[in-house]
């Protein structure tokens, strides 16, 4: 059963196209740019809310979503709609980290890229957080 959360998520989902909701496994086939509408409805829901309930329902909603499909548009998709206020970077990176988990090796690769790229000291601290191996 949905909660309140997820079916919010659907609705705007299905406001971008009819059903979107039901078709992230295969994204690949709704219209590139519908996809992408969908990619950033889930990146925004998931990366720059602050209710927990939000932020879940987009991470199980994106958990469905093809890890090669992702890896192929998060570079697009993301510096549309993620890291575009720098007072709320960090925060964004920490919850994209999240948003990929362990399903999205590729795509998470990209992200730590890109971040290292925003020369912002707290995402800096952030990404040695995340990935303490790494140099920086």
Do not use: H
Not at 80 to 94: D, K, S
């Amino acid at each position: 059963m949905k909660n309140a959360y997820e079916l919010r998520l659907m609705e705007r989902m299905d406001r971008i196209e009819p059903g979107a909701y039901e078709k992230l496994s295969t994204p690949q086939d709704l219209p590139e740019g519908v996809a992408e509408a969908v990619l950033r409805e889930l990146l925004e829901t998931g990366c720059l809310s602050q209710n927990a309930a939000n932020i879940k329902a987009a991470r199980r909603a994106f958990s469905r979503l093809p890890p090669k499909w992702v890896k192929a548009r998060l570079p697009k998709v993301a510096p549309a709609c993620l890291f575009r206020e720098r007072e709320w970077q960090e925060w964004e990176f920490r919850r994209a980290v999240e948003l990929l988990g362990d399903r999205f090796p590729d795509a998470a690769a990209w992200l730590a890229e890109y971040a290292a790229g925003l020369c912002n000291p707290e995402v800096e601290e952030a990404l040695r957080d995340v990935y303490p191996s790494s140099p920086g």
